[in-house]
């Protein structure tokens, strides 16, 4: 059994009558329903800090995040456009035209060089262009 320490407290009349018809039932003592109370009311408080203390902050991040998402999809709509509309506009090459498909993958090579550059720096294409303007 934990060790028990005696308390003297003072309550409002109202809630005193409250407890003694509580504790008039079977089973029920004034103590129990006490200790019950106030370790409710602590796991509360308690809770209700770290909830204050974190909340702004995860706030903050869910925020972030929703941005985050926002913008993948507009920068995947975008692309997804953009792939549709060159495919539409592209004639596709003849299989026998070497000179083509050959200009055509040093292209792509130079596009992934690009990109990859991009990526390691962290230099955004986009903020260049608006730069520019």
Do not use: Y
Not at 111 to 130: H, K, N
């Amino acid at each position: 059994m934990a060790e028990r320490v005696r308390h003297q407290l003072f309550l409002p009349k109202a809630t005193s009558d409250r407890l003694e018809a509580l504790a008039a039932a079977p089973g029920a003592s004034k103590s129990a329903i006490l200790a019950d109370a106030v370790t409710a009311w602590l796991d509360r408080r308690g809770a209700s800090e770290i909830e204050e203390r974190f909340a702004l902050r995860l706030d903050r991040m869910s925020n972030a995040l929703a941005r985050i998402e926002r913008d993948s999809q507009v920068v995947l709509e975008t692309l997804a456009l953009f792939i549709r509309f060159e495919l539409s506009i592209q004639t596709p090459l003849a299989e026998n035209d070497v000179a083509g498909r050959a200009l055509a993958r040093e292209r792509f090579e130079a596009f992934v060089r690009q990109v990859g550059r991009a990526v390691s720096t962290g230099r955004r294409t986009l903020g260049s262009v608006e730069e520019g303007q």
